[in-house]
């Protein structure tokens, strides 16, 4: 989020404080595969943030299988409903935009070619991060982190779609995102 | 469903590195940003961190100095 706001020099420490507090290092993660530049094309961001959507929904819907605790559970489940709502929102608003009107399929199976190209699935980003799915904690940790990342790709995003109509769309999205992270935060601190 | 990497570009350092940096620059050169909850905060945190929750965080960046290495956990 800060890489992308200006901070000049941005220092993750891998693991978090959990490093510090077991004075283990955990190996670098290289995540400098930024695939927003801010050059795109408002078409080109919107496949990209649909293919977020459909992780993020993919990721709550196992998060939602695995979490034992019914508040937990029950967040997730609401969490994995909103987001198909978002990926009809960016559907419809890829369309309105598109000098072309495609079908909801030609859409996905465009969207399915971006994010193959440098994907991971849940599993494989779970063991990157070393998320222990029976700790609470850790996942509503590593799902706050992701839906960061989603609030700062539709804050970029909206400065760059001209189509007011998008940039609203874009703008609700990411009021959206702003109120999970909050849920989830509060979510956090009741554990 | 495969991820892509959602991540804008950020150099990730371990923690004896982290270490290393944070002795090696005064507290006034660097900011350290804890953007965890305010729970965990009072549990433990770095010396010196700045507390932003990440829920947070994108409505108090004018609070932190963008020119400023910023080493974040």
């Known amino acids: ?191 | 469903m495969k991820w892509l990497h959602f991540f804008t570009p950020a150099k990730s350092i371990d923690f004896n590195e982290s270490q290393t940096y944070i002795s090696q620059h005064s507290g006034e050169d660097i900011t350290i940003l804890d953007v965890r909850q305010p729970s965990e905060y009072k549990q433990s945190h770095i010396p010196g961190a700045t507390l932003i929750p990440l829920p947070q965080l994108s409505d108090r960046l004018d609070e932190l100095d963008p020119d400023k290495p910023t080493l974040v956990y």
């Open chain 1, 1 to 191: 989020m800060l890489a992308g706001k200006g901070f000049r020099k941005v220092l993750n420490v891998s693991g978090g404080i959990k490093a510090w507090n077991a004075k283990t290092a955990i190996g670098p993660q290289d995540l400098g595969m930024d695939l927003f530049n801010g050059k795109e094309a408002p078409l080109d961001i919107l496949k990209v943030a649909y293919s977020l959507e459909q992780g993020l929904r993919d990721f709550y819907i196992t998060m939602e299988k695995q979490a034992s605790h019914k508040k937990v559970k029950d967040l997730f489940a609401k969490l994995s409903d909103i987001e198909v709502k978002h990926q009809m929102s960016i559907y419809v608003a890829y369309n309105d935009i598109s000098t072309k009107d495609v079908s909801k399929d030609e859409f996905e199976k465009m969207v399915e070619q971006k994010a193959l190209e440098g994907g991971l699935t849940t599993k494989e980003y779970l063991e990157l991060f070393g998320t222990n799915l029976n700790a609470e904690a850790d996942v509503i940790s590593l799902a706050m982190s992701i839906e960061a990342q989603a609030l700062d790709l539709y804050q970029r995003v909206s400065l760059n779609v001209e189509n007011l109509e998008s940039r609203q769309i874009i703008n609700k999205i990411a009021n959206e995102e702003k109120a999970h992270l909050a849920s989830l935060g509060k979510l956090m601190d009741s554990l």
